[in-house]
């Protein structure tokens, strides 16, 4: 694997955590932040929920008055 080095300046607060975490599990902070990026580069686009995407293009593209059409669909219901 061609590697390259890389220096980021980041809060002592999350340096901290992130030496302690490597520490307790073993590893080094460049495998945790290595295998960090990792998991982001695999992970999969999230799914559109089903009746998310069944409702998506009912809304007309163009500026609709709304309020101008729910009196009017009153005034039709009400005669």
Same mark, same amino acid.
Request: glycine share 2%; proline share 5%; net charge negative.
């Given at each position: 694997?061609?590697? $390259? =080095?890389?220096?980021?300046?980041? %809060? ?6 992130? =030496? @302690? !975490? $490597?520490? +307790? ?8 932040? $290595?295998? !960090? ?5 695999? @992970? =999969? %686009?999230?799914?559109?929920? %089903? ?6 293009g009912i809304l007309p593209d163009e500026e609709?008055?709304? =309020? $101008?059409? !729910? !009196? +009017?669909?009153? +005034?039709?219901k009400h005669r």
């Amino acid at each position: 694997m061609d590697t $390259a =080095k890389l220096t980021v300046r980041l %809060p002592k607060r999350s340096l901290d955590f992130a =030496k @302690e !975490y $490597a520490r +307790e599990h073993e590893i080094t902070v460049t495998d945790l932040i $290595a295998r !960090y990026l990792t998991r982001l580069q695999d @992970e =999969k %686009p999230a799914l559109i929920h %089903p009746d998310v995407a069944r409702f998506s293009g009912i809304l007309p593209d163009e500026e609709v008055d709304d =309020k $101008a059409l !729910y !009196y +009017e669909h009153i +005034e039709r219901k009400h005669r």
